[in-house]
């Protein structure tokens, strides 16, 4: 089992629509929790912390379900610039000699007119 | 201009040539590390340095070598390289305010290698 698994997706949404995404996550002790974007053929750049009470950035909303180990991402109102690759990233606990970051393979939307 | 670049952008090379990727960043960060991303995987952690005197292997770190040349420069380098090292390369920094691995990751706009 992955440490970190997301559906590949692609996701095709219309302009307006409320689409989520799910991820989850092998390591119950893991501590941090972020969605990072990536647009195609660019750089990860991060989109928001995933706290355990969840948050809120604008159209965006993430949630901890630490329970079921799993991270959630709910992008209201899609605009055609939503269209990216959306990674899960999880901080598992220290191992191995040093704190690391697992970066899921990421979640594809595509957000059309 | 960007604050963390990447050298070259792009490179095609033979089997068993010795390549070296380049990362500069301009934002006063300690922390720096490199990362290969493939198809269908997650990015995966390759060195991590926290200081100029700090290098540490990361998950994936055979065949590959690392130098912090300054705080301000990590390079990445391929001894001799095989085709399964085709793959997207990015160099990332982060400060040393909070934990390690947690603080936010500054990405460079990455480096297409193909070994073929």
């Known amino acids: 089992r992955k440490e970190v698994e997301q559906d590949p997706g692609p996701f095709n949404v219309p302009e307006g629509a409320t689409v989520a995404f799910n991820c989850t996550y092998s390591?119950?002790?893991?501590?941090?929790f972020f969605w990072y974007r990536q647009d195609c053929r660019k750089e990860p750049k991060l989109l928001m912390s995933?706290?355990?009470s969840g948050n809120e950035d604008g159209r965006f909303t993430a949630q901890l379900n630490r329970a079921s180990q799993y991270i959630s991402l709910l992008i209201r109102d899609s605009k055609l610039s939503d269209s990216a690759t959306y990674l899960c990233?999880?901080?598992?606990?220290?191992?191995?000699?040093?704190?690391?970051?697992?970066f899921g393979a990421g979640t594809r939307l595509a957000v059309h007119p | 201009d960007a604050d963390v670049t990447q050298t070259p952008r792009n490179r095609i090379t033979k089997t068993g040539k010795r390549i070296m990727l380049e990362c500069s960043q301009t934002?006063?960060?300690?922390?720096m590390y490199w990362y290969r991303q493939d198809p269908g995987l997650g990015l995966r952690l390759i060195y991590y340095?926290?200081?100029?005197?700090?290098?540490n292997k990361g998950e994936i770190s055979d065949g590959y070598s690392v130098s912090r040349q300054a705080q301000a420069k990590f390079s990445l380098s391929l001894e001799s390289a095989i085709p399964n090292q085709t793959a997207l390369y990015f160099c990332?920094?982060?400060?040393?305010?909070?934990?390690?691995?947690?603080?936010?990751?500054?990405f460079g706009p990455g480096t297409r290698l193909t070994v073929l």
């Open positions: 990332a920094t982060s400060d040393s305010e909070g934990r390690a691995f947690t603080d936010t990751q500054y």
């Open positions: 390591n119950s002790a893991s501590q941090s």
């Open positions: 995933v706290y355990s």
């Open positions: 990233v999880v901080n598992p606990p220290f191992s191995g000699g040093y704190n690391k970051l697992i």
């Open positions: 934002k006063g960060h300690d922390r």
């Open positions: 340095s926290f200081d100029v005197k700090d290098i």
